[in-house]
């Protein structure tokens, strides 16, 4: 394995052909522009959370380059604060708070529960986080660690609406900082791309990435790589990761009409817990527009390549992390054209409960032997 590691967050100098993607924003409280969704909002996204995140590495692996047919550049947000790349969006996010906050409330499956926490901790303002019955024990733990307090609810999107909409109602002031449904989330996210880019430009003696595989939940981490890698490699496509029973963005692609779940719908029995939700209107112009293809893996294509990881790059990835790589090794993508040589995969996290690590890591996988 070969790791780059780039010191700073302003990478990139951008041509005229650079895009933006999408107009969403957020109201900035800080006396600043609003927070949008482009590369000037994610580029300063980079400053404002430079001194508390961190650069994460990018590794390669010569076994998985073997399995795949491709160069495969692997950015381990797992090293990340609070061990997923959700740490990037509570930041920028809880930093633009307003200094009279009182505390900031979010409903959350774990990540993200997780990085608000230790975000609200930095800021030094409370957090109050919803989290659903069906989380993992690990991550509840840590989030209380983080010394928020948590709200467990019923196991569907509407129950951990209402029950954050309640929490803010009775905390005036307060900052309900969304998952991905955020632009000031989106923007700290997608300083994962910036980095992302440049690292891959270090290793390769200053090459394009031809492809970036991004997992899909409720569509921040896509839709904030997608915004920065499609401004700064225009040619590369972007390929959305989901799991077979947490498919709504694929769905969603293939319609061409955002599918939400019905009212009191139960969140996917995926054992990929970090994408037990759905996709949010403010990523889905992104997805629908800019995300070239999306691709599904089942339960146990998951387990097997989290195992494969694990023993070829000795990484503790969760299984949310290794639906990227499923993809990357699925038909669908085996299928591609050759030319797609060069492909980053957001590895978003490596937050699993130890308790079933042991279970989730004896799957047997292929072997280059």
């Not at 307090?149 to 209402?162: G, H």
């Not at 293809?293 to 990881?309: A, F, K």
Request: hydrophobic residues 40%; proline residues 5%; charged residues 20%.
């Amino acid at each position: 394995m070969h790791e780059v590691q780039r010191r700073s967050r302003r990478c990139l100098s951008v041509g005229p052909e650079a895009r933006d993607l999408g107009a969403m924003s957020n109201d900035a409280s800080d006396g600043s522009s609003p927070a949008v969704l482009s590369l000037a909002g994610i580029r300063e996204a980079a400053d404002r959370i430079s001194p508390h995140t961190q650069i994460t590495p990018v590794l390669t692996c010569g076994a998985l380059n073997e399995m795949s047919g491709r160069e495969v550049f692997f950015k381990c947000e797992l090293f990340q604060k609070t061990g997923s790349f959700k740490a990037r969006g509570a930041c920028n996010a809880v930093l633009l708070t307003p200094p009279e906050c009182p505390g900031v409330v979010t409903h959350s499956s774990g990540n993200h529960a997780q990085a608000l926490a230790w975000a609200a901790s930095v800021r030094g303002i409370p957090a109050h986080i919803v989290m659903p019955r069906s989380c993992m024990a690990v991550k509840v733990d840590a989030v209380r660690g983080y010394g928020a307090s948590v709200t467990l609810c019923e196991n569907s999107k509407s129950s951990r609406e209402s029950t954050a909409a309640d929490i803010v109602s009775k905390l005036p002031g307060s900052s309900l900082i969304h998952s991905s449904n955020d632009a000031r989330v989106q923007c700290g996210i997608g300083t994962i791309g910036l980095e992302l880019v440049s690292q891959v430009k270090d290793l390769t003696g200053g090459a394009d990435l031809d492809a970036v595989i991004v997992t899909i939940g409720g569509g921040g981490l896509i839709s904030g790589v997608t915004t920065a890698v499609k401004a700064l490699c225009p040619n590369a496509r972007i390929i959305g990761a989901q799991p077979e029973k947490a498919a709504d963005a694929f769905k969603s692609k293939q319609s061409g009409t955002l599918c939400s779940p019905a009212e009191g719908e139960a969140l996917p029995d995926t054992i990929a817990d970090g994408l037990r939700t759905s996709l949010g209107n403010k990523a889905w112009p992104v997805v629908r527009d800019s995300v070239d293809e999306i691709v599904t893996v089942s339960e146990d294509d998951i387990r097997v390549w989290m195992g494969v990881v694990y023993k070829r790059m000795k990484l503790v990835i969760e299984p949310s992390a290794a639906v990227g790589v499923a993809a990357l090794m699925s038909p669908q993508v085996r299928a591609m054209p050759s030319e797609m040589r060069k492909v980053g995969v957001v590895l978003c996290g490596g937050n699993v409960d130890v308790t079933l690590l042991q279970d989730l890591l004896s799957v047997a996988g292929p072997s280059s032997d």
